[in-house]
């Protein structure tokens, strides 16, 4: 096990797992999951890296797929945090030794998870299950997650170089960004009808587009009646992080899905592209670049896309 522990125990307890680094209470969860999860043809599994836009992901999806179900002014988004209405398969589902049953689940059914595609279940590979991966670019995720650590009051000061340097090993919750964006995006190239590879910059800037995308591969593509009447523009406002954030169940809850004790609002920040360069040096930048683009190097990937 190799931890990055240090007098101040600001890094969290890592083991080296199947190839990627995750909590050691998660590995009995994923082989759970790995080993007893049957998919459907028609489940949508979310994925992620932690901090590369899952929350606004997952509400965006949930409210495209139950939009004849729930109009947005009765939306569960309002009482519910996203992580709560589309919980994680290895940190919620299959926790604390659970064997969930899914049967009373209608489909399709929605699910999430931040496990690199290598790890997922033979089941999901194997089915027509569809992927919805977002990717971040890699300098905004550490900045992200920098800020949701120190939300913690034990890690409140943890210095912004260790969480840097921590990257730059690739010493991140389930897998540098080396390792994770490039699976999900070979798939995506090779099996576009099975993986739809988003990037956040993309969906930051023209979200109508992205949400429309969206619908389409997951099955349940806009009607032109919906796109005259403005729906997905109304979706994309109501899912926007600036809303999701003044709810009061964001402003003032806790997360329930999880077994973390975590307020709602420490999922909830600026939520912008780019600011990363309010942070680190450039000195740093041009350092983790260099590595990125050298660690990507023959992938297809280039670190300038800035996801």
């Given at each position: ?13 890592f083991?080296?797992f199947q190839g990627f680094?995750?909590r050691?209470e998660f ?14 043809d ?6 992620s890296?932690p901090k590369?836009g899952t929350t606004w992901?997952k509400?965006l999806?949930?409210?495209i797929?139950n939009?004849?179900c729930?109009?947005?002014?009765d ?5 519910t945090n ?5 919980p994680y398969?290895?940190m919620?589902?299959y ?5 969930p ?13 931040h496990?690199p595609?290598h790890?997922?279940?033979e089941s ?5 299950a569809r992927?919805?991966?977002?990717a971040r670019n890699?300098?905004d995720?550490m900045?992200s997650?920098w ?7 034990e890690?409140a000061?943890?210095p912004?170089?260790?969480c840097?340097?921590?990257f730059c090993?690739?010493?991140?919750e389930f897998?540098?960004f080396?390792?994770?964006?490039p699976g999900?995006?070979?798939q995506s190239?090779?099996n576009p009808?099975?993986?739809?590879f988003l990037k ?6 023209n979200p109508?587009v992205?949400?429309?995308k969206?619908?389409e591969?997951m099955?349940?593509p806009?009607?032109v009646e919906e ?10 406002e109501?899912c926007?992080l ?7 169940v964001?402003k ?6 999880v077994?973390w004790?975590?307020?709602t ?8 592209a ?11 930048v041009?350092r983790?670049s260099?590595l990125v ?9 280039t670190?300038?896309?800035c996801?």
């Open positions: 096990m190799a931890d990055g522990s240090n007098s101040q125990n600001h890094t969290p307890n083991t080296h680094w995750c050691p590995v009995s969860n994923i082989i759970s999951f790995q080993n007893h999860f049957q998919a459907l028609d489940d949508i599994v979310l994925a890296k590369a992901l509400s999806a949930f409210t797929l939009r004849h729930f109009p947005l002014s939306s569960p988004l309002k009482t996203p992580h709560d209405l589309v398969f290895e919620t589902h926790s604390n030794g659970r064997l049953d899914f049967a009373g689940i209608s489909s399709p059914r929605l699910f999430a998870t496990l595609y790890a997922l279940p999901i590979k194997q089915s027509n992927i919805v991966y977002i890699p300098l995720i900045v997650m800020h949701f650590q120190r939300s913690k009051p890690r000061d943890w912004l170089d260790e840097f340097q921590q090993r690739g010493e991140e897998g540098g080396w390792d994770h964006v999900y995006r070979t190239m090779e009808k099975k993986v739809l956040y910059k993309e969906m930051k800037g109508v992205e949400i429309k969206m619908a591969f099955g349940c806009f009607s796109e005259k009447e403005g729906a997905i523009e109304e979706i994309a109501f926007s600036s809303s999701l954030k003044n709810l009061e964001n003032s809850g806790t997360l329930k899905a077994s004790n975590r307020p609002k420490s999922f909830f920040r600026k939520g912008e780019g600011d990363y360069v309010n942070h680190p040096s450039p000195s740093a041009e983790y260099k683009e050298e660690k990507l190097s023959g992938s297809g990937l670190f300038k896309m996801c």
